[in-house]
Each structure stands twice: as C-alpha cells, then as structure tokens.
C-alpha cells in the first residue's frame, strides 16, 4: 500500500537524522536537570546569599529583639539617630538600617529600610510579617484578649465536595484542586506537542517542495495519500520521540536521586517546611493516609489515560493537517506566519479560557470547547479528570478524528496546486480557490 511505504519513509527519514537523535537524548538531560536543579541550589543556597547585618533604630522600642538573627541576616539593635545611621551604611559598617518611627497616639505601622544594594525581598517579608505579629499581639492585649485563646480559636475548616450519579448508592469524593492540577498538565502536554511536531509536518512539506523532490513523487501518488502517509509519519516519530523522552528522563531521575541527596531539600528549616512539619505532626496520619488513597480512588486514570492518548493523537493529526495545507502554500517559512497565527489561536482559546473550564466543567461554555474538533483536545483534557458523561467523550472524539478525515483531504487539494506554485506570494483567497478547483 502507497500510503504504509510513505509512513515508513518519513519515520525512517527523520529517525536517522543527526538533529533528532540529539534532541532525543539531550532533552531528557534538561528534563532531569529542571527537576534537580532547583533542589540543588537550596542545598547551596547559603554559598549565593550574601550574608548581610542590619542595623535597627526602633523609636518605638516596640520591637527590641523581635527580629531573629538568621545564617543570611544579622540584626543589631543602635541608638544613633537616623542621619548617623545611614553614614554607618555608606561606610560598610552595616548593609542597611531599618528605621521604625516612634508615635505617641498609635502603634507604629509603617518602617524604612535604607541600604546601598537592593534588599532581598525575603527580607522584607520577614520584617513585615514579625512587625505584623508584634502589631497584632499589642492590640488585642490593648482590647483585653488574651492572644493565646485567639491563636486558639484559629479553625480550619475543609468542605468536601461529593459528586452524586443517578444510582443512589453510588457517591464519588471530588477534589477539585488536584483535578485541575491534573487536567491542566495534560493539557499543556498536548499543546505544546501540537505545536512541536505539527511544525515539524510544515517545515517538511515546505523542504521537499522547494527541493522539488515533491515534483517526482506526487506523479505515482495521489496527493491525499501523500498528505495521510506524511501525517502518520511523523507523528510515529513525535510518539517515538515522546516515549523515549519519557523513559530515559525516568531512568535519569531515578539514577541521580541514589547520590543527590535530595530529601535534605526539607530540612532547610525554611518557613513553609516548618508549617508542614508542624501540620504532619498534628495530624493523625491515618487521616492523611485516607485522604490520600480518597484523592488517587477520586480520579478514573484508566479513562483518563485512553482519553489523553485519543486526544494527543486526534488534536495532533488535525493541526498536522493544517500545518501541512499551510507548508503546501508557501516557498519558506517567513511567509507562513499570516497563516499560522489563525490555527495557533484556535489551540489557544481553550488555555485562556482554563479557569472557566475547571471553575464550571460542566458549564455550556466548558462543553462546547471540549466539542469543537480544533479546541477539543486541550478543553476536554481539562474536564476529563472532573468526569465527563461517556457520550460527550465519544461525540467529541468522533468528530476530531472526522474533521481531520476532512482537513487531510482539502490539505491534499491545497497540496496538489501549491506544489506547483513557486515565487508567489499567497493569499487567503487564492487558496479557496485552490480548494474549489
């Protein structure tokens, strides 16, 4: 068959190209170092932070030995007034001075800090939030409360959400944030994959046609076969590459954890790593153990995974189509962008209109995106993890995969003119009227 002997030329075409075995083995390299390179600079953050002693003049004596020395920054507490101590910072003697004016009507609430350099923003927060909790514990002991019954008195409260289905005894825990999460990464798997390899599809058609190695094999094959076999082609390479990129960042992840020694991340003694210390500890770790199987047992990952491989694959071959068709029109790549930027917005809309969907899954909006053959792909992977009515999912992938049928065969049509067609600038109307021909 014509079309299998062009799927096997384009895929061994492309994998035996030197490009594509470098971004094959190199990106997982990038991958891996994305992951860990974070981790690593926590590890080291002490070797990048200049270590830095503030000078403080608090009027108020309202927050004499309130600010904890840390390893970055050193507090000393000064009498000078405020003209003494910013010559102190011009001659090095300290980084900076933080000036807290005093009042005799009302607690203070706002503090200058002077320095030669920019202050790291850590700083600063720092010193509001203690300001803030100093502010805070005045007024309330100023109002008679004590406030240890207020920190006390502090509730979290947590409402569950359950989605109910016609049979009454079937009820489904749903957490929305990790739905979101989950739905939001798949999404952007498959745009920027769309992107990737339909870009590949253009750049392909647009080399054969001004190789005019096009001109010798459309004489025994029918533009639309040639226009399938190109599609399937390279999308067995973009699969090909996709997997292998998957497995040997994996394989590297795995490999570098044995001698990173990563966990030590959450022993910095940072703020936030404290507050979750603090929370595992006060928290029954059965309870944390139930909501975490009741999260995993909330998420149908069979349906989720089918539906990401239909859709990575149906959104792929469409926008193949139409990168192709645009690939077949022009003599290089500079002239494609008043074509590109049309199909590229399609994709987009549905990532504009993300919070919407995940908001409202089940809103007429969020059900006409995840329907629309050019917006579906990305809309329905955002609704999948929520639940999605199995007719919808079928409805939605049926008419992709038909749009496609219909894009790959006026691409071919589009194809087998714009071969032809050389030094010419396009326009939209003239390629309608290829269509038509």
């Known amino acids: 068959m014509k079309i299998g002997i062009i799927i096997e030329r384009e895929y ?201 190695i096009i001109e010798v094999i459309i004489s025994s094959v029918k533009p639309f076969e040639l226009m399938m076999g190109k599609i399937i082609g390279i999308a067995l390479v973009g699969l090909t590459q996709f997997l292998l990129w998957a497995i040997l960042t994996t394989g590297i992840y795995f490999a570098v954890s044995a001698f990173l020694p990563v966990q030590e991340v959450f022993s910095t003694g940072t703020a936030m790593t404290e507050q979750i210390m603090e929370t595992a500890a006060n928290t029954d770790s059965n309870e944390v153990l139930t909501k975490a199987f009741d999260i995993i047992h909330s998420i149908n990952f069979k349906t989720v995974l089918w539906c990401f491989l239909f859709y990575f694959i149906g959104g792929y071959f469409l926008y193949s189509a139409m990168f192709a068709a645009v690939g077949s029109a022009v003599d290089n790549e500079t002239d494609t962008q008043q074509f590109v930027t049309p199909i590229s917005l399609l994709l987009i809309i549905p990532m504009v209109c993300s919070t919407i969907i995940a908001n409202a899954p089940d809103s007429s909006i969020s059900l006409w995106l995840s329907m629309i053959p050019f917006t579906s792909p990305v809309a329905m992977m955002l609704r999948i993890p929520f639940g999605v009515p199995n007719w919808q999912v079928v409805t939605s992938v049926a008419l992709l995969f038909v749009t496609f049928i219909i894009f790959t065969w006026l691409a071919s049509k589009i194809y087998r003119t714009g071969i032809l067609m050389y030094g010419k600038k396009v326009s939209w109307k003239e390629i309608f009227k290829w269509i038509k021909y």
Do not use: C
Request: aromatic share 10%; hydrophobic share 45%.
């Open 12 to 212: 061994l075409t492309r994998v035996k190209k030197r490009s594509f075995l470098l971004i094959t083995f190199l990106a997982p390299i990038f991958f891996a170092a994305l992951m860990f390179l974070p981790a690593i600079l926590m590890l080291n953050s002490e070797k990048f932070d200049e270590k830095k002693t503030i000078a403080v003049r608090d009027e108020s004596t309202l927050f004499v030995g309130k600010f904890k020395d840390t390893d970055v920054n050193t507090f000393v507490y000064i009498d000078n007034d405020l003209a003494d101590a910013k010559n102190l910072v011009r001659e090095g003697v300290y980084d900076g001075v933080l000036y807290i004016p005093g009042t005799s009507l009302n607690l203070p609430v706002n503090a200058e800090i002077y320095s030669m350099k920019q202050i790291p923003m850590t700083l600063t927060e720092y010193i509001n939030s203690t300001m803030k909790t100093v502010i805070e514990h005045k007024k309330l002991l100023a109002s008679g409360i004590d406030p240890a019954i207020v920190k006390a008195a502090n509730t979290s409260i947590y409402v569950q959400s359950i989605r109910m289905s016609e049979d009454e005894n079937v009820e489904k825990k749903s957490f929305g944030e990790f739905e979101f999460l989950l739905g939001i990464v798949l999404a952007m798997v498959i745009y920027f994959v769309i992107f990737l390899f339909g870009n590949q599809v253009m750049r392909g058609v647009i080399e054969e046609k001004t190789n005019r």
